[in-house]
């Protein structure tokens, strides 16, 4: 609005345009020179995954004005990382001798690139932590699952946990720049009973009375 005498009658002679990666500071070289009709830029490719800052200046026939960074005017663009995956779940499928086969499904990212722009997504990676170092029957709960990659079609991973020991559960996809943040979801890895055992049958009368033993293992591998 004032181009140098207070009011806007003042003519503008050009912009001086910097943008750089440097958080910090901007270069003293590089300027970017924009006619006076201008009030836009565009940039040429940038480093993708990369924080760019910009800043602007107006110069009349006195000289230039102060930079527009000294008034909290910088922009930032922030590029291309992807989402957190959506509606993580874990769900038992079989288990055997202290092992506990579950299936880890989630929903594709919401945001995949730039500004919601599609961007092919390359992997999955997992965080698995135990909740505690043992479960109960004395077993270490550590457990690695492999990343899923090669396609960003496949929203689901077979995996084994240590039956009775509970685990926080993270998911995160990952794009040509890098990865998002982390879909979590808590689980104890509990299975199917073990068999009853000490099955007898015996005779009471006209009656037949059926007796068996509790089985060691409810579900939690103790």
Partial sequence: ADTG????TYVLTNYELEVTDNQASFPDTGLITKDDADVTHTTGAKTLGVTYNARIRASNSVGPSPWSNVHGEVSQLLLLYPSAPQTLTVAYTSGASGTVTSLLSWVKPTETGMDNA???L????FLVTPAATNNAAGTACAVTIADVSGTASTLEKSADFVKGCTYALKVRAQNTVG???YAQESYVALGVPGA????????????LVVSWTRPADTGTGD
């Avoid at 005498?5 to 806007?8: A, E, H, K, L, R």
């Avoid at 390359?122 to 990676?125: L, V």
């Fill in 5 to 8: 005498t207070g009011d806007s």
């Fill in 118 to 120: 599609e961007r092919a």
């Fill in 122 to 125: 390359t992997a999955y990676n």
């Fill in 179 to 181: 990865y998002g943040d």
């Fill in 196 to 207: 009853p055992t000490g099955l007898t049958l015996a005779l009471s009368g006209e009656t």
